[in-house]
């Protein structure tokens, strides 16, 4: 394995390994508009990794090229010492990424528990075909998805509203059903576009531990977006600074909040 670093352990006790996933010179362009201009960074394993910066600044297109969905024109992108080809979405589901949406992506109709369970489906061996075909297999695999389903309802606290559309639920809970759906996945490297935009400061704080207790306790890689510096500071090991599809910033919470560029961009200070 390739630049792999010594691992440490956090100041609250939690160990980060060696690089996971290394981005080297990404850009990305939509038609005339470039995304993504030249940027480098890595994610390493146990790392709580915050991706921030102003709208428009790339933050979503960034975490599309991670997850495989958008393919970079230039650069590479390498995750667990392999360079990846062009993948398609569900191949990179079985790498071990999973995501949260900037816009809610659920079921609206189904119940909560329905919605976590499609959470599982990248994960399900048996065909269809199989399925009908070898019942005892289709049926264990049944068992164990449910099991881990309820296991993560449980972690997360919804047990009182399993049987409940998702449609009918206030917002900070929709989030939380989300989040609860990437986990379901068993991902080693989980991607989070804002998932605590336009919560209350309660809804916040419960999610902010949810995010730190999954972390801790399935020992998940999480790369979150979020626009609250509190939120930030407070969750993040590291953290990178985009500013108009540029990295204008890489550090930790404290190195960040005290970086020049940072302060101005948030500012609003005009640049060249
Ligand atoms: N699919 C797309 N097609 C064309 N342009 C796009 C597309 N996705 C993003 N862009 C453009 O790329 C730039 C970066 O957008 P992106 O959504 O990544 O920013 P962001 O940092 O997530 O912003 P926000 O904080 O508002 O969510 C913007 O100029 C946006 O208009
Ligand atoms: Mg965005």
Known sequence: MKDTIDSYVTADGRTIGGVMMEMKNITLRFGGVVAIKDISFDIREGEIRAIIGPNGAGKSSMLNVISGFYHPQEGEVWFRGERRPTMKPHNVARQGIARTFQNIALFNGMSVLDNVMTGRLTQMKTGIIA?????????????????????????????????????????????????????????????????????????????????????????????????????????????????YGKKIGDGTPEEVRNNQAVIDAYLGVAHD
């Open 131 to 243: 399925q009908s075909l070898w019942y005892g297999r289709a049926q264990k695999e049944e068992f164990q998805n449910r099991e881990i389903v309820e296991k993560i309802i449980d972690f997360l606290e919804i047990q009182h509203i399993r049987k409940t559309p998702v449609g009918r639920l206030p917002y900070g809970l929709k989030k939380r059903v989300e989040l609860a759906r990437a986990l379901a996945a068993e991902p080693k490297l989980l991607l989070l576009d804002e998932p605590m935009a336009g919560m209350n400061v309660e809804e916040k704080e419960d999610m902010s531990r949810f995010i730190l207790d999954a972390n801790d306790e399935f020992g998940t890689t999480i790369a979150l977006i979020e626009h609250d510096m509190g939120v930030v500071m407070d969750l993040s090991d590291r953290v990178v600074v985009m500013d």
